[in-house]
């Protein structure tokens, strides 16, 4: 099969297509067929060894590229409850293994696996793993009525507004001028210009501070200005920590795959509660364009690897 992976570790122009062999499930495990994988921002983070910087995986010869997955189950191993020809998103976090799911094929753990959301295209569904889950790990993670929402128009942050809207949150959305017509068609409640003070301009519409704030754009400091007194604050990429000021909880989340929460991720695009976004379709040969694409910035929705 092809897969696309990393060896070199400069940057996106470096990553390579290779022939491969396909992998067997062991118990517990199904292999995907992939119809479609997206494109994401850890995935040009492995490729410039920003992970191996940060401390979070270790050096290695080849690191495989791809959390996201849409496509049909091929084969299963003992002990799952997927069957063979089942649709299916899914998630691979494991951040060291050779081989991912910009591929032909995938090898998952049926735990990071969930059927697909019917009457949705699986381009589209496969945008919806890595950056549904972050939104709603971080979303469970909150405390408190209202919530800013930084990188508002991005992956993940698209979701979290749409999340915690869902769930009766007076949401605050921080994103670039042009990006306001999407995030209030997201739900967001106020929009707040990224280039102003962030929190001079949350506390016009929370002048105690907000309860909680998702930093999806991984502001820092000057988001969790924006949040009152013993409010939270859940970061949610790698890097540094913020530190824990005005008895503000930090909590750093670093995404998990899990099966039930895919599910219920499913459940709320069936119930056109949450969206999927496709900016553009690439072919899986092209997949350094893709990921050029991705690092020039100003991408609103995924682009996304098509086999």
Not at 85 to 101: R, Y
Not at 275 to 289: F, P
Request: overall charge negative; glycine content about 10%; aromatic content about 2%.
């Amino acid at each position: 099969m092809r897969a696309v992976v990393a060896r070199r570790l400069d940057g996106p122009e470096a990553i390579e297509l290779i022939e491969t062999d396909v992998t067997e499930p062991a118990a517990g495990q199904v292999r995907i067929k992939v119809a479609a994988a997206a494109v994401n921002p850890v995935d040009v983070a492995v490729s410039t060894g920003m992970l191996v910087e940060f401390g979070l995986t270790a050096p290695r010869p080849q690191f495989g590229l791809g959390w996201d997955v849409a496509g049909t189950v091929d084969a299963t191993g003992p002990d799952t409850q997927l069957d063979v020809g089942d649709a299916v998103i899914g998630v691979a976090d494991l951040l060291a293994q050779t081989l991912k799911t910009h591929a032909e094929y995938v090898v998952l753990n049926a735990d990071a696996v969930a059927r697909a959301p019917r009457g949705v295209e699986l381009h589209d569904a496969a945008t919806l793993g890595l950056n549904g889950l972050t939104a709603l790990q971080a979303v469970k993670a909150l405390d408190g009525q209202t919530v800013l929402v930084t990188g508002a128009a991005g992956g993940v942050g698209g979701y979290a507004v749409e999340l915690a809207k869902h769930l009766g949150k007076t949401v605050i959305a921080s994103a670039g001028p042009r990006d306001e017509e999407l995030v209030r068609r997201l739900g967001a409640d106020h929009f707040v210009d990224r280039s102003e003070d962030l929190a001079t301009a949350v506390r016009r519409f929370a002048p105690a501070g907000v309860d909680a704030v998702v930093d999806a754009a991984v502001v820092g400091i000057a988001a969790q200005e924006a949040v009152r007194n013993g409010g939270r604050h859940v970061h949610v990429q790698g890097g540094p920590r913020p530190p824990h000021l005005r008895g503000i909880t930090v909590e750093q989340l670093l995404v998990h795959a899990n099966s039930h929460e895919l599910e219920e991720l499913v459940s709320l695009v069936e119930a056109n509660v949450i969206s999927t976004r496709v900016a553009e379709t690439y072919r899986l040969e092209d997949a350094a364009i893709a990921y050029k694409r991705l690092a020039a910035g100003g991408v609103r929705g995924r682009l996304v690897l098509l086999p």
